[in-house]
């Protein structure tokens, strides 16, 4: 007599199983039920089942059980696997902002909050040096031409808990017009920081530009032409940011005021 399954759910109407992906080292994965995103460490075999040992790019360590749909890669789920050759250890290198390096990491899909800077100088910079740490995290930096506009932007985009926003914003010192601005838009959904440089050119070291200091130029000068002229450089703006921003390899040649702000907006939009 011809046997029949018990299952009488048409095959359409059966979901469909999860693609199951070795954990190799290096692969870059977000725990579903978490939220933690790191690169594959190891795997290992317990008393209570298979684990994944991922890190972040800070280097903190976390182990998660694999179990059947349990991470997301690349925005789908998927099942992980021990893989059927022993991998190689990871050897941790450093990005350019000092952060654990996860080697073949792949772009997160990007979220819904952003991080905003005052002008294309800023955005180029906070790329140099953070752009492996932001791809990784999925957080899209974008500029604004001046933040004189910053408060109809800030309700345009209208932040919330699953969307922060976080703003950096030039020589944010106190009596200032950016300090009056930033006090306006800051919720707890939208963070405006800062730092005390006239423009972000004076957050690159001097020694890597190789200048003595970045030179005081008079109130009423248009400042980035004042640098140029005092430092015998061509009136050339545009030619003298290549000139600072081509010094600038790693988290090294910025001055430690940029370098917290920068890493205080990046945790706070990617709080879970």
Same mark, same amino acid.
């Given at each position: 007599?011809?046997?029949?399954?018990?299952?009488?759910?048409?095959?359409?109407?059966?979901?469909?199983?999860?693609?199951?992906?070795?954990?190799?080292?290096?692969? !870059?994965?977000?725990?579903?039920?978490?939220?933690?995103?790191?690169?594959?460490?190891?795997?290992?075999?317990?008393?209570?089942?298979?684990?994944?040992?991922?890190?972040?790019?800070?280097?903190?360590?976390?182990?998660?059980?694999?179990?059947?749909?349990?991470?997301?890669?690349?925005?789908?789920?998927?099942?992980?696997?021990?893989?059927?050759?022993?991998?190689?250890?990871?050897?941790?290198?450093?990005?350019?902002?000092?952060?654990?390096?996860?080697?073949?990491?792949?772009?997160?899909?990007?979220?819904?909050?952003?991080?905003?800077?005052?002008?294309?100088?800023?955005?180029?910079?906070?790329?140099?040096?953070?752009?492996?740490?932001?791809?990784?995290?999925?957080?899209?930096?974008?500029?604004?031409?001046?933040?004189?506009?910053?408060?109809?932007?800030?309700?345009?985009?209208?932040?919330?808990?699953?969307?922060?926003?976080?703003? %950096?914003?030039?020589?944010?010192?106190?009596?200032?017009?950016?300090?009056?601005?930033?006090?306006?838009?800051?919720?707890?959904?939208?963070?405006?920081?800062?730092?005390?440089?006239?423009?972000?050119?004076?957050?690159?070291?001097?020694?890597?530009?190789?200048?003595?200091?970045?030179?005081? !130029?008079?109130?009423?000068?248009?400042?980035?032409?004042?640098?140029?002229?005092?430092?015998?450089?061509?009136?050339?703006?545009?030619?003298?940011?290549?000139?600072?921003?081509?010094?600038?390899?790693?988290?090294?040649? %910025?001055?430690?005021?940029?370098?917290?702000?920068?890493?205080?907006?990046?945790?706070?939009?990617?709080?879970?």
């Amino acid at each position: 007599m011809r046997q029949y399954s018990a299952d009488l759910t048409p095959p359409w109407k059966k979901p469909k199983p999860l693609p199951e992906v070795a954990a190799d080292a290096g692969l !870059v994965v977000e725990e579903l039920s978490t939220g933690f995103c790191g690169a594959v460490i190891r795997c290992e075999k317990t008393a209570q089942g298979p684990t994944v040992t991922l890190e972040d790019r800070f280097g903190k360590h976390r182990v998660f059980p694999m179990d059947p749909g349990g991470f997301l890669l690349e925005g789908r789920p998927v099942t992980l696997v021990r893989p059927t050759q022993p991998a190689p250890p990871v050897r941790p290198s450093r990005t350019a902002s000092g952060s654990v390096a996860v080697p073949g990491a792949r772009a997160r899909v990007a979220r819904a909050g952003r991080i905003y800077v005052e002008g294309r100088h800023d955005a180029e910079l906070v790329e140099r040096v953070w752009g492996d740490d932001l791809r990784i995290e999925g957080v899209v930096v974008e500029y604004l031409e001046g933040i004189d506009d910053l408060p109809a932007i800030v309700a345009e985009f209208a932040p919330g808990p699953d969307a922060r926003l976080g703003i %950096l914003v030039d020589h944010l010192v106190p009596g200032s017009k950016e300090s009056r601005i930033a006090a306006e838009v800051t919720s707890a959904h939208a963070l405006v920081v800062g730092h005390p440089y006239i423009d972000v050119w004076e957050a690159v070291k001097p020694s890597s530009v190789g200048i003595p200091s970045w030179p005081r !130029v008079p109130r009423g000068q248009d400042w980035k032409t004042g640098v140029c002229r005092s430092l015998g450089w061509p009136e050339n703006t545009g030619a003298a940011w290549q000139r600072i921003l081509n010094s600038v390899h790693s988290y090294k040649d %910025l001055e430690p005021p940029l370098l917290a702000r920068v890493e205080e907006l990046i945790d706070f939009v990617t709080l879970p």
